[in-house]
């Protein structure tokens, strides 16, 4: 049986729902009145513009950069070429600069059930020089293509830098959308930081890995020029045991390249780097994260490294979210968030960037490490150490947007829409940071939701703008 409810019980049972109430509604964070029409989100056809090969013997397709090591003078750069291995080179030069360089990669090629790669290279290239730009070229020696590249400015405290933020694309019409407004966005994102799930090729029968190479050529148009940061998701597992594929992650550990070693990582899926203003940790939603595994041994070691006068800014980004108030994939990030959480606030996380939940919502500055079992205490509260929890996870691929919304809004949400877009975070200095998330349907200029960021080591005031 379980407690009587009559007299002074029922009085507190109905005093505390009302209170509980107010509480929810007079603190609850707003909904975007905006409404989207709802359509089929599609992928692109095979023959769209936007996946059609190079011309050429061999050409370089699927050209991708990201950073090389941790201090940012050094850029991976990878490409395939479909008849042949061609050159492993890399030609290099500065701008303006008669002297080309020569770096050599390697590449190899991968099956995955009764599909067989293309010969995907990678060549990481060193030394190079902060804040220039340079010209590169692969298919050295047969159908040469060429590129470029800004490397970012000395690690420091009061460089400007502005990253773009972009999850879950996929490769439908609206992905290509998204990618279209990112490019367009007045505010000129300088790096991506992209938080997981590229091509949904998994969706395809038999993991179609055509569809990885679809999405690389849909991709190259940015990730050539700039370097994409980049953090796994669920639809990267490609876990297979029906087709005989069981090792996770094979298509994305053959495609993609992370810096993970430079930062003391033992896997590509964790890792971490700096880039001018910020020190950006990238934590793997689907590896072991408990205590004693390499992830959570990893972590531990890496908060204390991080030096705000060095780095002021400390962003996090990560696939499954921890604050999320859409009905789709509700909780799933809490064991992690459990076990992690308290961390974040004591070295004051700046922001949290995720995906996974296809639709956008911003979070107060929130946090939940009270509970200890037995003190009930597991409510979300307002803490000025606590990150900003960013979903971004509305890149636009096939499978369409979350709509259904935890009702009433939760506390800890302080925005949020079911949207496609994408989001820019500019630093300014060491105290300042403007953030603008961008809805496709609107102008490239047109911000859906800002907010000014102010540093939680530098000038931890109240940036919440809903207060
Ligand atoms: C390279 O040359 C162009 C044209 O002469 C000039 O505008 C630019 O400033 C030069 N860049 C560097 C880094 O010297
Ligand atoms: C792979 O198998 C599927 C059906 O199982 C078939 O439709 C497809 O043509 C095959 N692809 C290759 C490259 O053999
Ligand atoms: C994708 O976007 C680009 C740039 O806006 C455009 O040129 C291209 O036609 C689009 N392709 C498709 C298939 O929508
Ligand atoms: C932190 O970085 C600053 C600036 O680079 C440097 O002067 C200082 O020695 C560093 N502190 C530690 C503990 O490494
Ligand atoms: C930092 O940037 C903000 C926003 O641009 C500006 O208001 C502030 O004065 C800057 N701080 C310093 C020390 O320059
Ligand atoms: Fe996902």
């Known amino acids: 049986m379980g407690p009587r409810l009559e007299g002074p019980n029922l009085f507190l049972l109905i005093l505390g729902l009302v209170l509980n109430s107010l509480v929810l509604f007079c603190h609850g964070g707003r909904t975007s009145s905006y409404v989207r029409r709802l359509e089929a989100t599609v992928d692109m056809p095979l023959d769209s513009d936007v996946f059609r090969f190079p011309p050429g013997y061999n050409a370089p397709q699927q050209v991708h950069i990201t950073q090389g090591d941790v201090e940012g003078k050094a850029v991976i750069v990878s490409w395939v070429t479909q008849e042949a291995p061609g050159s492993d080179a890399v030609l290099y030069w500065k701008e303006n600069s008669s002297k080309k360089l020569k770096a050599y990669g390697k590449s190899k090629t991968y099956k995955f059930y009764n599909y067989t790669s293309g010969h995907i290279h990678h060549c990481t290239i060193r030394n190079l020089e902060y804040d220039t730009k340079y010209y590169y070229v692969v298919g050295v020696g047969q159908t040469e293509r060429e590129f470029y590249f800004f490397t970012p400015p000395e690690v420091g405290p009061d460089v400007p830098y502005t990253f773009g933020l972009i999850g879950d694309l996929g490769q439908s019409f609206d992905s290509n959308i998204t990618l279209t407004h990112y490019e367009n966005n007045p505010t000129k994102g300088q790096a991506v930081l992209f938080v997981g799930d590229f091509s949904y090729a998994d969706q395809y029968p ?262």
Request: charged residues 20%; aromatic residues 18%.
């Open 206 to 467: 038999n993991h179609d890995n055509n569809r990885w190479d679809s999405w690389g050529r849909f991709a190259e148009r940015s990730t050539a020029y700039q370097p994409w940061i980049w953090t796994v998701g669920n639809h990267e597992l490609d876990f297979a045991p029906e087709l005989g594929e069981t090792k996770p992650f094979k298509p994305f550990l053959n495609r993609y390249r992370t810096p993970y070693r430079s930062s003391g990582s033992t896997e590509p899926f964790w890792y971490s780097i700096k880039r001018g203003p910020a020190y950006i940790i990238v934590l793997a939603s689907y590896s072991a994260y408990g205590k004693y595994t390499p992830q959570f041994k990893w972590l531990e070691k890496e908060f204390p490294k991080v030096n705000r006068t060095e780095t002021p800014w400390l962003i996090v980004l990560m696939h499954s979210p921890w604050y999320n108030s859409y009905d789709y994939h509700y909780m799933e990030g809490e064991t992690m968030r459990v076990m992690y959480e308290p961390w974040f606030v004591k070295y004051k996380v700046d922001v949290v960037f995720a995906g996974h939940v296809h639709a956008y919502e911003r979070s107060e500055r929130v946090s939940n490490i009270a509970y200890n079992v037995v003190n009930g205490i597991c409510t979300p509260v307002k803490d000025k150490s606590a990150p900003v929890y960013i979903t971004i996870g509305d890149g636009g691929n096939l499978e369409g947007l979350a709509t259904r919304m935890t009702e009433p809004q939760p506390k800890y949400s302080a925005f949020r829409e079911a949207s496609f877009g994408h989001a820019v975070l500019s630093i300014k200095n060491r105290t300042h940071a403007y953030y603008g998330w961008h809805r496709n349907q609107d102008g490239y200029a047109v911000k859906g939701d800002t907010m000014w960021f102010y540093n939680r080591f530098w000038h931890p005031i109240d940036d919440s703008p809903s207060e």
